[in-house]
C-alpha cells in the first residue's frame, strides 16, 4: 500500500508562483516514476510532469521552461515549482507514483 499527500496549492495571481509538494509512504522506496497530473473542469487528466530516480523529467509543452519537477530520494518526496503562472493552469494536480497510486489532489486556481 502506498500513500500520497499532496501540499502547497491555492490561489494565486496570473505570473505568481506555486511550489507543489508530494510525500509518498508505504510501500515505495524510490521517487521512480512519480510524477504531477492535472485536470480542469470538463477536461481529461493529463500528465504534467514525471521524474525518474536518476533525475531524468520530462514535461507537457505547455508547461516547459515554466514548470520544474524535483524529487528528494530520502524522503520520497517529489516537487513542482510552478512559476510564471497562467489561468489556463487552474486545475485540481494529482501526483501519481507510477501511475498506480495517485494522491486525493490539490487546487490550484490562478486568476487573471
Known amino acids: 500500500q502506498v500513500q500520497l499527500v499532496e501540499s502547497g496549492g491555492g490561489l494565486v495571481q496570473a505570473g505568481g508562483s506555486l511550489r507543489l509538494a508530494c510525500a509518498a509512504s508505504?510501500?515505495?522506496?524510490?521517487?521512480?516514476?512519480m510524477g504531477w497530473y492535472r485536470q480542469a473542469p470538463g477536461k481529461q487528466r493529463e500528465l504534467v510532469a514525471r521524474i525518474t530516480n536518476i533525475g531524468s523529467t520530462n514535461y507537457a509543452d505547455s508547461v516547459k521552461d515554466r514548470f520544474t519537477i524535483s524529487g528528494d530520494k530520502s524522503k520520497i518526496t517529489v516537487y513542482l515549482q510552478m512559476n510564471s503562472l497562467k489561468p489556463e493552469d487552474t486545475a485540481i494536480y494529482y501526483c501519481?507514483?507510477?501511475?498506480?497510486?495517485w494522491g486525493q489532489g490539490t487546487q490550484v486556481t490562478v486568476s487573471s
Open positions: 501519481s507514483a507510477r501511475n498506480v497510486w
Open positions: 508505504g510501500s515505495i522506496f524510490s521517487i521512480n516514476g
